[in-house]
């Protein structure tokens, strides 16, 4: 039972323009939520995070959206560049531990 | 800081063989947990250790077990190996249970023949 979801499994975006990645999840207990870069023979790196008390969260290039009501969350990276060439994973947690639930992964290609 | 560190890197087993994996996690880090990635299936969780306890465990058979020492290094071990065992194990730790951010290893890599 996958509770978190992302639905897209690639996306290719030009240089400089936005990339926009997105998770749905079911669980309504999930309160806090995380994306990961992953590049490949490399473990997944923490990229930017988000409580549920929030509903938007920003970090240089990055920029998380939460919309709590329809259990979605969104990463957008502006401007994006060749180097944000990875597989992007979203996770969430119900803060009972470090049981965080990740989806399956969106690889994205930056086109120079 | 040196990061989290996986060993073996890569490594191959046969079916009903058994396997232990090994994870050192950043110095001063006490809870390390450790996740099954398989193509299509995202990470799913094994287990949680903190301070020598196991705290969660996924949903996995019994075959598939973990411990952590009073150094915090943790192993994994899966008995009976079975081909769909094939995957990249990633061992994450973090400072304590809850604090969200997980810092990664790269990853042992088990392929079942």
């Known amino acids: 039972d996958q509770q978190v979801k992302q639905n897209s499994p690639s996306l290719s975006v030009q240089e400089g323009r936005i990339s926009i990645l997105n998770c749905d999840y079911t669980?309504?207990?999930?309160?806090?939520f995380l994306w990961y870069k992953k590049y490949p023979a490399e473990g997944p790196t923490f990229l930017i995070s988000?409580?549920?008390?929030?509903d938007k969260n920003e970090d240089g290039r990055f920029t998380v959206f939460l919309n709590k009501s329809a259990k979605h969350l969104s990463l957008h990276i502006v401007p994006s560049q060749p180097g944000d060439s990875a597989v992007y994973f979203c996770?969430?947690?119900?803060?009972?531990?470090?049981?965080?639930?990740f989806g399956t992964g969106t690889s994205l290609t930056v086109i120079p | 800081k040196a990061g989290v560190t996986q060993t073996p890197r890569y490594l191959i087993k046969t079916r009903g063989q058994q396997v232990t994996l090994s994870c050192s996690p950043i110095?001063?880090?006490?809870?390390v947990s450790w996740y099954q990635q398989t193509p299509g299936q995202g990470l799913q969780f094994l287990f949680e250790?903190?301070?020598?306890?196991?705290?969660n465990k996924g949903n996995f058979p019994g075959r598939f077990s973990g411990r952590q020492f009073s150094n915090s290094r943790s192993e994994m071990n899966v008995s009976t190996l079975e081909l769909g065992d094939s995957a990249l194990y990633l061992c994450?730790?973090?400072?304590?249970?809850?604090?969200?951010?997980?810092?990664f290893g790269e990853g042992s890599r088990l392929t079942v023949l």
């Open positions: 994450a730790s973090s400072a304590r249970p809850n604090t969200g951010e997980l810092f």
């Open positions: 669980n309504s207990m999930f309160d806090y």
């Open positions: 988000i409580s549920s008390i929030k």
């Open positions: 996770a969430a947690s119900a803060r009972t531990g470090n049981q965080f639930y």
């Open positions: 110095s001063g880090h006490r809870s």
């Open positions: 250790y903190f301070s020598e306890t196991q705290r």
